[in-house]
Nanobody, 120 residues
């Protein structure tokens, strides 16, 4: 079971760090962050393989969002900076053991999301 946390209200241009943890296990698998904005479908944001290589699903988060894993592999982070109103969404973390971790449809273990609202 995955649990995302760290969401909240932030002003445009601000930063936020989301965390994703698994209850009772480590996050040694490939991980992804996804989001769903109001009235829209869920979309991929970025993902990370077991070797910590990063893949982006969206060009507009490059240079603003990055993903990392704690040394003990118990937590995965999404660091977001220069946030924009269009980043407002519920953010979800997900895991997969598939070698096709860069494909969004490979993710089959999902956690509850955390709301990120970017507004002045």
């Amino acid at each position: 079971q995955l649990q995302a946390s760290g969401g909240g209200l932030v002003q445009p241009g601000g930063s936020l760090r989301l965390s994703c943890a698994a209850s009772g296990s480590s996050l040694d698998s490939a991980m992804g962050w996804f989001r769903q904005a109001p009235g829209k479908g869920r979309e991929g944001v970025l993902c990370m393989g077991r070797d910590n290589s990063i893949g982006y699903y969206r060009d507009d988060v490059k240079g603003r969002f990055t993903m990392s894993r704690s040394d003990d592999k118990n937590t995965v982070f999404l660091q977001m900076k220069t946030l924009k109103s269009e980043d407002t969404a519920v953010y979800y973390c997900a895991a997969t053991v598939s070698t096709l971790w860069y494909q969004g449809e490979a993710y089959n273990v999902w956690g509850q999301g955390t709301q990120v609202t970017v507004s002045s």
